[in-house]
Structure formats: structure tokens, C-alpha cells
């Protein structure tokens, strides 16, 4: 990042724009361990370390971009920490400070457990976006309270459903229509997957893939922009264990181009080990660009 020292307040610069912008858009995905809530509890330490560092420009910059956008910003959190709410109530307390607001990516069976919480969300406009999976138990009055709610506050739900639940009359119902609502088949079905034609429902039907911006977290703690980019440190946007400002979001030397990686991704360059095709030939929800850059165009052949 370049400009005039981060610490000082001035009037919104384009490092400010670009910082909330990258926020906008971020993900944050954490392992399945045992010790996920400590891993998410440090998350959280970073997070206010950054509300610290970059707090006058930050706080204008939600303050301006809000009012432009109409859009929140959000952060994301793994499934993993829904039963760890001092977790929570940090980042809910953190975020009512600087706009944040959550964006949830949980199981069907996560929102009949915890249904107060999730209505309480809603209901308090905490909630951005949310991402529910659908398996094997499929609740059907759950799922049409979910898009109440959605109506009712506005947040962008997605449904993550097996292709035979897609084709009943549920998810082609009146209740449907004109909600920002997105479904996706969860078994690998192809985009033009055969389901019934209602006109009245505003709905697409498309493939699952990881977006740009899924910030990874692995059991070390080291920060990755893409779930299939693990282990791969000339990627890596820094550590939850580093100070903010050491890590890629806060250097001004090597500006990180927070735009151009919310349109393509990382670069990814001089990669040479063999089993990362393999990783990607595994990940069918690895965004397609990612794929083709460590498949193709990243990997040279020893």
C-alpha cells in the first residue's frame, strides 16, 4: 500500500477504498481441529490488532462506502466455531464497532440447533449473507422460515441441496420469488441440471466454486487467498501470528493489488510440485481460475 503514514487520519484515500473493498469481499475459512476455537480466537486478536492500525481511515472509509455500496461489510467464519460463542460475541462486539456485520456458512442442522441465534441475526441485521448446506435431513419448515427471514431483512441466501430435492415444488414456490436467493446442487451436478421451469421464481441454479478471496487459515495459522492454494508460501498473504502490518494487507513496499485480486486471484508462478495437480483435480469446487493457473499456466514440468 502506498500514501501518507497509515496511522494518521485523512480524507478517504484510495488505500482505504481498497482495503474496505478487500474486506467486502473476504471469506475466512478455518480447519476442521480440535483447537479451531483457539485458532479463531487469534483471528480475532489480528482483527482488532488491524482496527487499531488502520482505525481512522478504516472508519471512513465504512462510512463513505457504505453510504455509496448500500453494502455492509463482512467477515465470514468456518462452520466449525458455531458452538463457541465468547468467539462470537468478540467478533459481533469488534464488528458493531467498524460495520462489520456476519456472513455464515453453516449446516441445515447448525440453524435448527442454534435457531434463535440465527433469528437473532436477522432480526438485528447482523446478518449479510448465508450460506446453508442441505444433506441427507431436510427440514422443510426450517428452510421456509430461513427464507422469511430473507425476505424480511435482505440478506443474500444460498442453498446448498441434493438435485432431487431441487426439482420438488419447495424450491419453486411463490415464496421464492424476488429474494436475492441462490441455489446450488451439492453433488457435483452440472449447471444445467434438469429441474422444473417456473418463471415466478428468481432463482439460478449453478455449480458450487470457491470464490477469490476465500481467505484460508491452516493449523499454523498461515493465511492463504484459496482453499486449494494450502501450502503454498509464495501465495501466502502472511500470518495471524504476525503484527497487521507485516503481513500482505498492511506492507506499503509491496503494495497487495486488492482489486485485481478480487477480479483474477493470485498470481501463481514457479510452482513445481506434482501433487498440487492432484489436489485440484480433487477440489471440483475450486474456482475454475485457480485451477487452470496451478494446472496450466503455474507448474513447470521437471
Excluded at 13 to 35: G, Y
Excluded at 85 to 100: A, D, K, S, W
Excluded at 128 to 136: C, D, F, M, P
Excluded at 222 to 228: A, F, H, V
Aim: with cysteine; glycine share 4%; hydrophobic share 40%.
Amino acid at each position: 500500500m502506498t500514501g501518507k503514514n497509515m496511522n494518521d487520519a485523512y480524507p478517504l484515500s484510495d488505500s482505504a477504498k481498497h482495503l474496505f473493498r478487500f474486506f467486502n469481499s473476504i471469506n475466512l475459512f478455518l480447519p476442521k481441529d480440535e483447537h479451531i476455537h483457539k485458532l479463531a480466537d487469534k483471528f480475532v486478536d489480528w482483527l482488532e490488532e488491524y482496527v487499531k492500525w488502520y482505525k481512522a481511515t478504516f472508519q471512513q472509509a465504512v462510512k463513505t462506502e457504505r453510504l455509496a455500496s448500500a453494502f455492509p461489510i463482512l467477515i465470514v467464519r468456518g462452520e466449525d466455531i458455531i458452538g463457541y460463542e465468547t468467539c462470537l460475541e468478540r467478533i459481533l462486539r469488534r464488528g458493531r464497532e467498524c460495520g462489520f456485520v456476519l456472513s455464515l456458512n453453516v449446516r441445515i442442522e447448525d440453524c435448527q440447533n442454534h435457531e434463535d441465534f440465527f433469528t437473532r441475526l436477522c432480526n438485528d441485521k447482523l446478518i449479510s449473507y448465508l450460506h446453508v448446506n442441505i444433506r441427507e435431513n431436510f427440514h422443510t419448515d426450517l428452510v421456509m422460515k430461513l427464507i422469511e427471514l430473507n425476505h424480511a431483512n435482505q440478506f443474500y441466501l444460498t442453498l446448498n441441496a441434493p438435485v432431487e430435492l431441487l426439482k420438488t415444488d419447495l424450491f419453486f414456490s411463490e415464496e421464492l420469488g424476488g429474494g436475492n436467493i441462490q441455489i446450488i446442487p451439492n453433488n457435483n451436478s452440472p449447471v444445467d441440471v434438469d429441474v422444473k421451469d417456473n418463471s415466478s421464481a428468481d432463482i439460478h441454479v449453478v455449480t458450487a466454486c470457491i470464490p477469490h478471496f476465500l481467505i484460508c487459515i491452516d493449523e499454523k495459522g498461515d493465511i492463504y487467498p484459496c482453499m486449494g492454494l494450502f501450502g503454498l508460501k509464495h501465495v501466502s498473504l502472511g500470518s495471524i501470528y504476525d503484527r497487521f502490518s507485516e503481513t500482505a494487507f498492511g506492507q506499503r513496499e509491496s503494495p497487495l493489488d486488492l482489486e485485481k485480486l478480487a477480479l483474477f486471484g493470485p498470481e501463481i508462478q514457479d510452482v513445481q510440485s506434482q501433487p498440487i495437480v492432484e489436489r485440484c483435480n480433487r477440489l471440483p469446487r475450486m474456482c475454475n481460475l485457480h485451477r487452470t493457473l496451478l494446472t496450466t499456466n503455474g507448474i513447470k514440468q521437471p
